[in-house]
C-alpha cells in the first residue's frame, strides 16, 4: 500500500496548511486509504484530522525509538484550512480570514508532526487585484512566520495546481498567474531551506479535468460521500511516493 512507503520512511505525523486544494489532497488521500466516505461540507471551510491505520501483522513495534506519541502503525494526518496570507485592504486584497477568522494570524503549525506541508497562493491570486504584486510581497513572510524548519523535521512547499472553470466570476485566478505565482514560491522555498513539491506538472497537462464546469477541484466528492477525480488521484499518489523520497534522501 503506498502509505506503509510512509511508515517505512519514519513518517508518523504530516500536518498540511493550506486552501481548499490542499483540503481535497488529505480528503482524497484518506478517502483512497480507508475507501470510506466523508461528508466534505461539514468541514469545507475548517480543520481535519485523520488516522491512518497501516498497521501489517509484522509492523507492531516499527515506532521509532524517542518518535511522537502516536500508536504503532497509524499514521496521523492533520489539515489547517487557509484563507489567504495578505492583509485585507492591501494592494486591491479581501476575504483573509473569510472562514477562519485568520485575519492577521496564521494556522499554528504542529510541534510533533514529522513533516510539515503548506500551499498558498490561490486566494492571493483570486482575491487580490494585484496578485503579482501581493503574492511576492506577502510569501516571503508567511513562510518565515511559520517557523517552519526544525532539525529532521523537513518542510515542504506544496505548488499551486492549475486551474479551470466556465464561471466568469473566478475571472482573475489564470493560469498564467497561477504559473507565474509557481515561478515565484518554487526558488524562494528552496531558498529557505523548504523541498517543493511540483504540483503543476501532474495538473497542468489535464487542466480541463476539474469536477465540474463551476467546481475548479481535482478531487471531487461523489454521491455517496467518497472522492472521485482522475487528476486528484494521481496528485495524491505522486505526493505520497515524493514524500517518502524526501524523508529518505532528501532530494527537492
Known amino acids: 500500500m503506498l502509505w506503509t512507503l510512509w511508515k517505512e520512511a519514519g513518517v508518523w505525523e ?3 496548511i493550506g486552501d481548499s486544494h490542499m483540503r481535497g ?3 482524497h488521500l484518506w478517502s483512497m486509504h480507508t475507501g470510506m466516505s466523508h461528508n466534505m461540507t461539514l468541514v469545507r471551510h475548517g480543520d481535519i484530522s485523520y488516522t491512518l491505520n497501516v498497521t501489517a501483522p509484522e509492523a507492531a513495534g516499527d515506532a521509532p ?8 502503525g497509524v499514521i496521523r494526518v492533520k489539515y489547517n484550512w487557509l484563507d489567504g496570507i495578505y492583509d485585507n485592504n492591501v494592494a486591491g486584497c479581501t476575504r483573509r480570514g473569510r472562514y477562519s477568522n485568520h485575519t492577521t494570524t496564521y494556522p499554528t503549525p504542529s510541534p510533533t508532526a514529522d513533516v510539515t506541508v503548506v500551499g498558498t497562493g490561490h486566494w492571493t491570486f483570486e482575491f487580490c487585484s494585484d496578485g503579482a504584486v501581493a503574492y511576492p510581497h506577502y510569501l516571503p513572510h508567511f513562510l518565515s512566520s511559520l517557523h517552519l524548519l526544525r532539525p529532521k ?4 512547499f506544496f505548488g499551486l495546481p492549475s486551474f479551470w472553470v466556465a464561471d466568469r466570476r473566478w475571472i482573475r485566478r489564470t493560469n ?3 504559473a507565474y505565482g ?7 522555498a528552496r531558498h529557505m531551506g523548504l523541498s517543493y513539491f511540483d504540483t503543476w506538472q501532474v495538473t497542468a497537462p489535464q487542466y ?13 466528492p461523489d454521491r455517496n460521500g467518497g472522492m472521485r477525480g482522475e487528476v486528484g488521484e494521481a496528485v495524491v499518489k505522486a505526493f ?3 514524500l517518502a523520497l524526501q524523508l529518505r534522501y532528501g532530494t527537492q
Open 240 to 242: 505520497v511516493h515524493f
Open 182 to 188: 509557481n515561478g515565484i514560491a518554487q526558488p524562494l
Open 14 to 16: 504530516v500536518n498540511v
Open 176 to 178: 498564467a498567474m497561477l
Open 153 to 156: 523535521k523537513p518542510a515542504v
Open 208 to 220: 480541463r479535468a476539474t469536477c465540474s464546469s463551476t467546481d475548479p477541484h481535482y478531487s471531487c
Open 65 to 72: 525509538a524517542g518518535g511522537n506519541e502516536v500508536k504503532e
Open 25 to 27: 489532497l488529505i480528503v
